[in-house]
């Protein structure tokens, strides 16, 4: 059996979706978003418990009278029901994609003096002023002969600290390295990038704890900076993100891992208002470890246990069912409106052998059965997929990583 865990990483408008479908890219804002996965290209979005998805498709069907076939889009539509235990939704800040500092450009440099001497030359044109004209000539051909000088300084002087940035690993010092780079003679219009990529390169040797640069240290250099704190807020938060990502790459996270994050997050001062998703999604691989190496719960159940067979997991659920609950159809185009409908209610019991619930009867499925099991923190269910079932098993509880991680360790169980 497979464990998947289907959650959205956002970065600004870009999302990358893990799930049993595979890998998939979507990009938009909140609200709408256009995406790419192995079933093709489709259109997403919605807001406040009503959500849509289109697949982009072409669908034909039949023509009037020129027998000509048309494109058309099928459309689903999918509603909230409020049936799977979420919490009240909190406004989360829209995501915000770093702005980091540009390199300067020639242009930038000269701009200030060519419009000054076209200013003064015009005026000289205008007035009849050799003088003014003469003067404004001088001061554009000076212009680009100093802003040239200040480029070439300025690319010179970033050139050189990257370079140092990326020796740092093998320094022995790199405090005092990112230190020195601070004092590095630049020109005033580099400065705030210089001073960028110093705040990154400190940040990034952070995450390595092996790199000599605590907390402490970190704060020391940043402090040296004369970069908003908005700035260096944002690398921190960015850098936090990054790394998150990659480490949720392989659908887990390790006891070890989330310590480390854990220091990473207090030694950056990061905001938990920034991080509500990752905080949560941390929250998650938690209960399912504990799930993973929980003994098996010691409590009545109205089951009757065949020899060997243990009680893993209880818990308050559903048993949930897909539904069309609607169709309708706008400007020729029909829509069907989908959402969960509770087919059972009342308590989940996973043991080493079965899942059963108990209703006004009970219903109980194999665990060696079942293939996948997809846990969703977008809509707090999890999916198990049973061989020779067509449609998959939709559980939902007030800890749906607590249940998925009981099912998986019922897995194990089963093949000892």
Same mark, same amino acid.
């Given at each position: 059996?497979?464990?998947?865990?289907?959650?959205?990483?956002?970065? *600004?408008?870009?999302?990358?979706?893990?799930?049993?479908?595979?890998? *998939?890219?979507?990009?938009?804002?909140?609200?709408?978003?256009?995406?790419?996965?192995?079933?093709?290209?489709?259109?997403? *979005?919605?807001?406040?418990?009503?959500?849509?998805?289109?697949?982009?498709?072409?669908?034909?069907?039949?023509?009037?009278?020129?027998?000509?076939?048309?494109?058309?889009?099928?459309?689903?539509?999918?509603?909230?029901?409020?049936?799977?235990?979420?919490?009240?939704?909190?406004?989360?800040?829209?995501?915000?994609?770093?702005?980091?500092?540009?390199?300067?450009?020639?242009?930038?440099?000269?701009?200030?003096?060519?419009?000054?001497?076209?200013?003064?030359?015009?005026?000289?044109?205008?007035?009849?002023?050799?003088?003014?004209?003469?003067?404004?000539?001088?001061?554009?051909?000076?212009?680009?002969?100093?802003?040239?000088?200040?480029?070439?300084?300025?690319?010179?002087?970033?050139?050189?600290?990257?370079?140092?940035?990326?020796?740092?690993?093998?320094? +022995?010092?790199?405090?005092?390295?990112?230190?020195?780079?601070?004092?590095?003679?630049?020109?005033?219009?580099?400065?705030?990038?210089?001073?960028?990529?110093?705040?990154?390169?400190?940040?990034?040797?952070?995450?390595?704890?092996?790199?000599?640069?605590?907390?402490?240290?970190?704060?020391?250099?940043?402090?040296?900076?004369?970069?908003?704190?908005?700035?260096?807020?944002?690398?921190?938060?960015?850098?936090?993100?990054?790394?998150?990502?990659?480490?949720?790459?392989?659908?887990?996270?390790?006891?070890?891992?989330?310590?480390?994050?854990?220091?990473?997050?207090?030694?950056?001062?990061?905001?938990?208002?920034?991080?509500?998703?990752?905080?949560?999604?941390?929250?998650?691989?938690?209960?399912?470890?504990?799930?993973?190496?929980?003994?098996?719960?010691?409590?009545?159940? #109205?089951?009757?246990?065949?020899?060997?067979?243990?009680?893993?997991?209880?818990? #308050?659920?559903?048993?949930?069912?897909?539904?069309?609950?609607?169709?309708?159809?706008?400007?020729?185009?029909?829509?069907?409106?989908? +959402?969960?409908?509770?087919?059972?209610?009342?308590?989940?019991?996973?043991?080493?052998?079965?899942?059963?619930?108990?209703?006004?009867?009970?219903?109980?499925?194999?665990?060696?059965?079942?293939?996948?099991?997809?846990?969703?923190?977008?809509?707090?269910?999890?999916?198990?997929?049973?061989?020779?079932?067509?449609?998959?098993?939709?559980?939902?509880?007030?800890?749906?990583?607590?249940?998925?991680?009981?099912?998986?360790?019922?897995?194990?169980?089963?093949?000892?």
């Amino acid at each position: 059996m497979g464990f998947f865990l289907r959650k959205s990483f956002s970065s *600004g408008p870009v999302r990358l979706n893990l799930s049993k479908g595979g890998l *998939g890219l979507s990009v938009g804002v909140t609200g709408s978003r256009l995406g790419l996965n192995k079933k093709g290209a489709y259109v997403a *979005g919605g807001r406040h418990g009503f959500y849509y998805r289109e697949n982009l498709r072409k669908k034909k069907h039949r023509g009037t009278g020129s027998g000509t076939n048309q494109p058309r889009i099928a459309a689903d539509q999918f509603m909230d029901t409020g049936l799977t235990y979420l919490e009240p939704a909190e406004k989360l800040p829209e995501p915000t994609e770093l702005k980091t500092p540009e390199h300067p450009r020639f242009y930038d440099l000269v701009f200030r003096y060519a419009l000054f001497s076209f200013l003064l030359m015009l005026g000289g044109l205008l007035f009849a002023s050799y003088i003014a004209l003469s003067s404004g000539l001088i001061l554009m051909i000076g212009g680009f002969g100093y802003s040239g000088i200040l480029y070439t300084k300025g690319k010179q002087a970033i050139q050189k600290t990257e370079e140092r940035l990326e020796r740092l690993e093998h320094s +022995g010092d790199p405090e005092g390295e990112l230190l020195k780079n601070i004092d590095l003679d630049i020109p005033a219009a580099f400065k705030n990038y210089h001073q960028y990529l110093i705040a990154e390169a400190a940040v990034s040797l952070y995450l390595d704890s092996s790199s000599g640069i605590d907390a402490e240290k970190l704060w020391n250099i940043l402090d040296h900076l004369s970069l908003s704190e908005k700035l260096i807020s944002d690398i921190c938060h960015d850098a936090f993100q990054v790394l998150f990502e990659e480490l949720v790459a392989d659908h887990m996270i390790s006891e070890d891992e989330e310590k480390e994050l854990a220091r990473i997050y207090k030694g950056l001062k990061l905001s938990g208002d920034k991080l509500q998703q990752e905080i949560k999604t941390i929250r998650a691989y938690r209960d399912f470890r504990e799930a993973l190496n929980a003994e098996p719960d010691s409590v009545e159940a #109205p089951l009757n246990l065949t020899r060997d067979e243990k009680v893993l997991f209880t818990t #308050p659920g559903r048993l949930l069912a897909e539904r069309v609950l609607d169709s309708y159809v706008r400007a020729g185009q029909r829509y069907k409106v989908t +959402g969960y409908i509770v087919d059972l209610e009342g308590s989940i019991y996973i043991t080493s052998k079965r899942i059963v619930i108990e209703a006004e009867s009970l219903r109980d499925y194999r665990v060696n059965k079942i293939q996948n099991v997809t846990l969703s923190l977008e809509d707090n269910t999890v999916l198990a997929e049973l061989e020779g079932r067509k449609s998959p098993l939709i559980l939902t509880c007030p800890n749906t990583p607590r249940l998925a991680g009981a099912l998986r360790k019922a897995e194990v169980m089963s093949d000892m």
